[in-house]
């Protein structure tokens, strides 16, 4: 590759990651608006954005007046009683908590740092994405997914959040649907290596958010299911595949429990805050509250009516609408985007006569079918395995439960509309070398 075309991939790479930052610093497209307390849709991230703000800045706070480790150890993230969100936020709370103990800035001017620097580390890994479908699936793929996540509100208001750390959280999918490749191409880069990249990324993910993320822990079989459908590997090698890496990441996150388990006993000399990680864990699924802290969801509540509020939550928007014709909300809910793997997976069922395209990438956009449906399965994990904090947290559990099935759904469309369109093209292109060709002269018979 020649210098001029590395330094315009260099500036486009640049400016995809600036427009991200932008976007989840400033809302630049007005998704909604999360000032208007009058509008219901945008208030529940407004809250919920409120929330953790507060808990931000009680932690900082008492930090800067009792000391680097006054809120919970190195890892941990106790409650207080007497406020609920006074509280430390985790091995990533513990690194802000440091910079701004030995920082000579207010607080606000520090919160506007680190609310930057969480913004470019999602844009970042959002633009690798991005560059890595361009490679893979064409510039219509890589373009539709760009302007499909900016008018995500899922992402546009949690994309700067201190507090949830949103980059980690899609990191395990990013990192398995980009690495995973390089196994297959029989590199350097080896299945045990692949298996310890994941694993430290689930880890760190669960010593910073203790929310037991099924879904994330399943994401990371993306990559072995598309890459050996994609290479037409046999069903027993890429079962194996995936059960490994979905079991490594299972340890990943027992182990970072686990570990913050025994910081916390360490550093309270108490067996009961040790231990509410574990009662958390059952508490927020199906189980019963006998502990001050209830996450529990009402028996007499179904999983399924929790489940049928999230698919009429949004997730893409139609830009500049909310604030210029206040009263009327046009967006795109959780149950269409549900829907719309239907058509978008029966694409690549198309006859190849009629579509040449389709069949030409055929056993690409079945594989890209399967690692969709598998992100499908891995979210609902999420909503069945869940139910107390699901009750609890719709307007955060709800960020959650999109990973890692909307980016691959928008990858699975660009490439669907990128085909459909090209197949046009050619029809269009034939038809006018059909019109454009000489009408040949009948040529009489000699009579005998």
């Known amino acids: 590759m020649n210098w001029p075309k590395r330094i315009v991939q260099a500036l486009v790479f640049a400016a995809i990651v600036w427009l991200f930052a932008a976007n ?18 945008p208030r529940v991230f407004e809250v919920f954005q409120m929330d953790v703000q507060t808990a931000i800045n009680n932690t900082l706070i008492k930090i800067k007046k009792d000391g680097l480790h006054s809120t919970g150890g190195f890892l941990y993230g ?68 760009v302007i499909i996540l900016n008018l995500s509100d899922w992402l546009v208001f949690i994309g700067r959040n201190m507090y949830e750390v949103y980059f980690l959280r899609l990191l395990p999918f990013v990192l398995s649907f980009i690495l995973f490749q390089f196994v297959i191409k029989g590199t350097r880069f080896r299945f045990y290596h692949f298996l310890i990249v994941v694993g430290l990324a689930n880890l760190t993910l669960s010593l910073c958010c203790n929310e037991f993320v099924t879904n994330i822990v399943l994401s990371v079989g993306v990559g072995p299911i598309f890459y050996g459908i994609l290479n037409r590997q046999p069903f027993k090698r890429v079962a194996y595949w995936t059960f490994l890496s979905v079991l490594v990441a299972m340890m990943a996150v027992a182990v970072g429990v686990v570990a913050t388990a025994i910081q916390g006993y360490l550093f309270y000399n108490n067996s009961d805050k040790a231990l509410i990680v574990f009662q958390a864990i059952y508490n927020r699924s199906f189980g ?54 239907l058509p978008c997976s029966m694409v690549c069922l198309l006859d190849g006569r009629i579509f040449p395209r389709i069949e030409k990438e055929r056993q690409k956009m079945l594989a890209l079918t399967a690692a969709t449906l598998w992100g499908l399965a891995a979210s609902l994990s999420w909503a069945f395995l869940m139910k107390g904090f699901m009750w609890h947290h719709i307007h955060m559990a709800a960020l959650t439960f999109y990973i890692p099935y909307l980016p691959m759904l928008y990858i699975l469309l660009g490439k669907n509309l990128s085909l459909i369109s090209l197949q046009c093209k050619d029809w269009m292109e034939a038809r006018q070398r059909l019109i454009a060709a000489p009408t040949p002269t009948p040529t009489k018979q000699k009579r005998r």
């Open 288 to 341: 019963s509250s006998d502990t001050i802290h209830d996450w529990t969801a009402p028996k007499e509540i179904s999983i399924f009516q929790i489940f049928e509020q999230y698919l009429t939550l949004p997730v893409a928007s139609i830009p500049f609408y909310q604030n210029r014709f206040p009263g009327y909300h046009i967006f795109l809910t959780l149950f269409a985007f549900v829907f719309a793997l």
């Open 78 to 145: 106790y409650p207080n009683p007497g406020d609920t969100y006074d509280r430390a936020f985790a091995l990533h709370g513990k690194v802000f908590s440091f910079f701004y103990y030995h920082s000579t800035s207010d607080l606000n001017t520090f919160l506007r740092h680190g609310y930057w620097a969480m913004s470019l580390c999602l844009a970042t890994i959002l633009t690798i994405l991005a560059f890595f479908v361009k490679k893979h699936f064409g510039w219509g793929a890589a373009v539709t997914l």
């Open 24 to 41: 989840f610093m400033c809302n630049l497209f007005e998704l909604g608006d999360p000032y208007n307390p009058q509008q219901w849709r």
